[in-house]
């Protein structure tokens, strides 16, 4: 098990003894064996464990139908017998000869090491290495296993079978396909659950205490595997099993995963984790690795599992930036390699290299052969490689047959090299060639030069223009015909090229301090107690202490190294960042860019105390090497945020044409001078802005001001809250009760101190205010399943126009988004979609007619998001088809293109402080709230307050939903301690919350 430092757990594939393999130089005897099951030899093994004596006993025969000479693997073993003659153990294997069609019997004991990956005590067996004569051939399985009474096992097999005596049971396990090795998982405290997926058996072999997360890890898996039998082929086996182990594991074998109990309850195991080793069933798992000739399997596991979660999230291109930030971070010229180099992940180098570069690489080729090519090459490896070794050579022949291309130079660039490409822009501009602007653009980069396609986003008053620039020599340069001169340009926005980043793309990370090869840290002499013992916990390379932070002042450090400063009120701090705050944290610490040398990083660390928990954390901070700032209290991170930086390589070029007229801007009021009786006024909005707010507000007090029949029609309630609403503005109940009985936080949710203004404005003036929304579970509907199967049709608005094609093109994007890309293709959804927000804007539309045609002299301010307004299509003229009148339209910081909107308003932005917020991930649960995490550096963090616990009041209220939570905290006064009911494993707990200013 490990962690990278995009912040993913990281696990490794089948099998634990290719590692053997490869140290003796035993890969090319796999290689060789054929890829059938008739060709394999077979393994009989029946073994007993005895646990008590940490001991392995039993017998192996192995037989096969041709002739052949075997290494058999001896490490482990005590005593081995082959047909009865003892063999002496001094090396690490034996050789036997097997006749063709018959066999040999071993007879063995075996004392596996204890070497926190193989495990024997009272309640738990893991034998992964080094616990029976191992021949070092693929081979088929079918093994005997005899534990005490009360043991669950599980090992690669598609079939357990298990039988129990008076004080043992017996396990029977069959793998009839060739594999490296087979392992043992056992333990007395397994409580298994099953759930079916098609002809497959999901399996969760979890301890008591977790017994709890079986059925989401289940589903998790049954929607993994379904996800990559769509994108791959059927799932490899009959059985898969999620099995929980005491050993700090993250292993894939066939047929099974092995996850550490230390990291189950951890949510990104499930949502990320477990597809990473889901993934691995077909590569490496079914599809073995040639590590001889390099390891290709964590670099497209990691693509198809690590990168697809991300990208399934719209979060591709971070992830990818990510793991350009990690390169960087640990990879530099005198420890560089190529990929083809990598063989296992045990350093955060060689996961650098091994997952991040090569996981780029196969970025890369699906952008050149084509996402179609891609997919049918890796389908046609799971199919046709199944069982067998399978090195690069083979994944290139696969991907040049399905693209009907050739791949040699791509492969030998990206696989053979141990440098990356660091691509530079030597000039931009703007010609006119013929009569056509073209711009002009020239690219440099390192020789010898990689040949690439380089993604490259022209932006100009007009929609931004990508362009992929074929680049193969050292300098070039290149011209695009462009409908607009671009004013600016970005290279590689998204992080498509495997690259080096530029000093704007990079953000100073503990990664890269970490790995920095020589550190000299300056530490008060007073200090030195609190200081040490967690900087020796970090491991830095080559550190130098000097005992004086005065020194920088006297410019005594050389500064071509990079510093550890050692308190946020030093000399030397302040000369960094200024002078600042000290934290109160146990440990706080922030890397930046070095004022003095640009090559090199500075932290300013600060150390509160001398507790123990601080060299914990000193151990622990490698797992967090993607962040920028962090801190630590009781041994625990409370907060973590990296540096931002920019996206790409940025270019200026030149200003955009801007058309200005002169005079004095007009003020709200001059905006509104033309509006009369019969109007409808919409203002749109970014809902979590103040400053909209209070725009909103202003327009509001003006009309009402001047013509005084005005009614206010808010997105934010359902017409189903009307009787809430006239109740709440004519006074007949109060705040509390209007919230509550209004559904405000149910159907809405963003924090109610954004609309109160402008609600006790209406309230005091005794202002209409018009519920316009509808409710959400039917626009969920329509999006599921269409109008014309929603049912609820008297809930449906009258007159529905879905013919506007400015409205369906510009919906199309917003639908990519929210699919994520992979579904925005399918037709049928999208058309759901349209439909969804043509009701959407059509019940509003609807909602503020009904009102209008009973107040026809009244003038109705809508106030809605911008995106309802824009150009007219989405509210405006559906009202305008049911209630003719004047109206304007008016945006809050959008687009200023022709036809938006009668006016944009350019706002600055105003802070806003609003309800307290405990700073809890939870969820319903048995008319309670259940603490599933704690936000970082939150009020809830700073309390007694954990995950597991039931929320069950906040000031004195009874809390039964989120609703009630988000009410109870907007009446709670954030200067005094909050009382808190909390339910913890059964036992009422009482506590406080103090909300920060």
């Not at 393999?21 to 290689?31: E, M």
């Not at 004013?487 to 690259?499: C, N, Q």
């Not at 008060?524 to 609190?530: C, F, G, I, M």
Request: a negative charge; charged letters at 20%; aromatic letters at 8%.
């Amino acid at each position: 098990m490990f962690w990278n430092n995009t912040g993913l757990y990281v696990t490794s594939s089948y099998n634990t003894y290719f590692a053997y393999f490869a140290a003796w130089g035993l890969v090319l005897a796999l290689s060789c064996v054929g890829s059938t099951t008739l060709s394999a030899p077979s393994v009989v093994l029946r073994v007993e464990v005895d646990p008590d004596q940490n001991r392995v006993s039993g017998t192996a025969v192995i037989a096969s139908a041709a002739p052949v000479s075997l290494d058999i693997a001896t490490d482990g073993l005590r005593t081995l017998e082959v047909d009865g003659v003892e063999m002496a153990l001094q090396a690490d294997s034996v050789t036997v000869n097997v006749p063709g069609g018959g066999d040999i019997h071993l007879t063995f004991e075996a004392a596996p090491p204890s070497d926190g990956v193989n495990v024997i005590d009272a309640d738990n067996v893991v034998l992964t290495h080094s616990w029976y004569p191992l021949p070092l051939v693929l081979a088929t399985y079918r093994v005997t296993v005899t534990l005490p009474a009360g043991f669950i096992a599980v090992s690669e097999a598609e079939n357990i079978r298990s039988r129990s005596a008076t004080d043992t049971i017996t396990h029977d396990s069959v793998f009839d396909h060739p594999l490296p090795s087979v392992s043992l998982v056992a333990s007395r405290h397994y409580t298994v659950s099953r759930k079916q997926h098609r002809n497959i058996d999901v399996e969760a072999y979890f301890f008591g205490a977790d017994q709890h997360l079986a059925d989401q890890y289940l589903a998790a898996a049954v929607a993994y595997i379904a996800d990559y039998e769509q994108l791959l082929t059927p799932f490899p086996y009959s059985r898969f099993a999620i099995v929980e182990t005491i050993t700090h594991a993250g292993n894939s074998f066939p047929t099974f995963t092995l996850l550490g109990q230390s990291v189950v309850r951890l949510p990104f195991i499930v949502d990320a984790s477990l597809r990473h080793e889901i993934a691995h069933q077909w590569f490496g798992s079914s599809v073995y690795v040639d590590y001889a000739s390099g390891n290709w399997c964590e670099g497209l596991t990691t693509y198809l599992a690590d990168h697809r979660a991300a990208d399934l999230k719209g979060e591709g291109s971070a992830y990818r930036k990510a793991l350009l930030v990690d390169y960087d971070a640990y990879i530099a010229e005198d420890n560089a390699s190529s990929v083809r180099d990598f063989r296992f992940g045990s350093s955060k180098t060689e996961r650098a290299l091994g997952y991040g570069r090569a996981m780029m690489i196969f970025h890369m080729l699906k952008g050149k052969i084509g996402e179609g090519a891609f997919y049918t090459a890796l389908r046609d490896v799971a199919e046709v490689r199944r069982y067998e070794v399978t090195s690069w050579d083979d994944l290139q022949a696969a991907f040049e047959a399905a693209s009907d291309s050739a791949l040699q130079v791509f492969f030998q660039h990206w696989l053979d090299r141990s440098d990356v490409p660091e691509i530079a822009v030597s000039a931009a501009g703007t010609i006119v060639l013929d009569g056509i602007p073209q711009l002009e653009l020239g690219l440099r980069q390192r020789s010898p030069p990689y040949p690439m396609s380089l993604p490259v986003v022209m932006r100009s008053d007009a929609p931004p223009v990508e362009s992929w620039l074929p680049f193969d020599e050292v300098s070039a340069t290149v011209t695009v015909p462009v409908p607009v001169p671009p004013a600016s340009l970005i290279v590689d926005p998204a992080y498509h090229v495997m690259r080096a980043l530029s000093p704007a793309e990079t953000p100073p990370v503990l990664a890269a301090f970490l790995a920095r090869p020589r550190v000299t840290a300056i530490i008060a002499e007073a200090d030195v107690d609190r200081y040490r013992p967690v900087l020796a916990a970090m491991h830095l390379q080559n550190c130098t202490e000097v005992i004086d932070d005065s020194l920088l002042d006297n410019g005594d450090i050389a500064f071509d190294t990079s510093l550890v400063i050692t308190g946020f009120d030093s000399r030397a701090a302040r000369q960094v960042f200024g002078r600042q705050a000290v934290p109160v944290d146990d440990v706080r610490l922030v890397v930046a860019r070095s004022p003095w040398h640009r090559d090199e990083l500075v932290m300013v660390l600060q150390v509160n105390n001398t507790t123990s928990e601080n060299q914990v954390v000193g151990r622990k901070l490698r797992r967090y090497g993607k962040y920028t700032e962090l801190a630590f209290t009781d041994g625990r991170n409370t907060h973590k945020s990296v540096a931002a930086t920019a996206d790409g390589i940025h270019v200026p070029i030149a200003r955009p044409v801007r058309v200005t007229k002169p005079g004095p801007p007009p003020s709200i009021p001059d905006m509104l001078r033309d509006v009369d009786a019969r109007s409808v006024v919409f203002v749109g909005e970014q809902h979590d802005q103040y400053a909209h707010h209070i725009n909103q507000l202003q327009i509001i007090r003006t009309l009402h001001e001047r013509h005084g029949a005005t009614a206010v029609g808010m997105e934010m309630f359902p017409a189903t809250a009307q009787d809430t609403l006239n109740a709440y503005i004519a006074g007949t109940i109060e705040e509390r009760q209007f919230l509550r009985q209004s559904g405000y936080y149910r159907v809405w949710g963003f924090d109610y101190t954004l609309y109160k203004p402008i609600l006790d404005y209406a309230r005091e003036n005794k202002i209409p205010v018009i519920g316009l929304n509808l409710d959400r579970e039917l626009v969920s509907r329509v999006a599921r399943v269409g109008l014309q199967r929603v049912g609820d049709t008297d809930l449906l608005p009258a007159g529905m126009d879905l013919t506007n094609t400015r409205y369906r093109d510009d919906l199309r994007p917003i639908f990519t988004a929210h699919m994520h890309g992979g579904i925005g293709h399918d037709d049928r959804r999208f058309e759901y979609f349209v439909q969804a927000q043509a009701v959407w804007d059509e019940s509003m539309a609807d909602h503020a007619a009904r009102f209008l045609n009973a107040h026809p002299d009244v003038i109705l301010v809508v106030l809605a998001g911008n995106g309802h307004i824009r150009y007219g299509y989405g509210i405006p003229d559906r009202l305008s088809r049911r209630y003719p009148s004047r109206r304007t339209t008016i945006l809050q910081d959008d687009d200023t293109t022709e036809g938006i909107a009668d006016f944009v308003l350019q706002t600055e932005t105003i802070p806003g402080r609003g309800a307290p917020l405990l700073g809890v991930m939870i969820e319903n649960e048995n008319d309670s709230l259940l603490v599933r995490d704690i936000v970082t550096d939150s009020a809830a963090a700073r309390s007694d307050i954990h995950p597991g616990d039931r929320i069950t009041a906040v000031a004195g209220e009874d809390i039964r939903s989120l609703e009630d939570l988000k009410i109870a905290l907007f009446f709670t006064n954030r200067s005094v301690a909050v009382p808190v009911s909390l339910i913890r494993n059964g036992t009422t707990v009482e506590t406080t919350v103090l909300f920060a200013d």
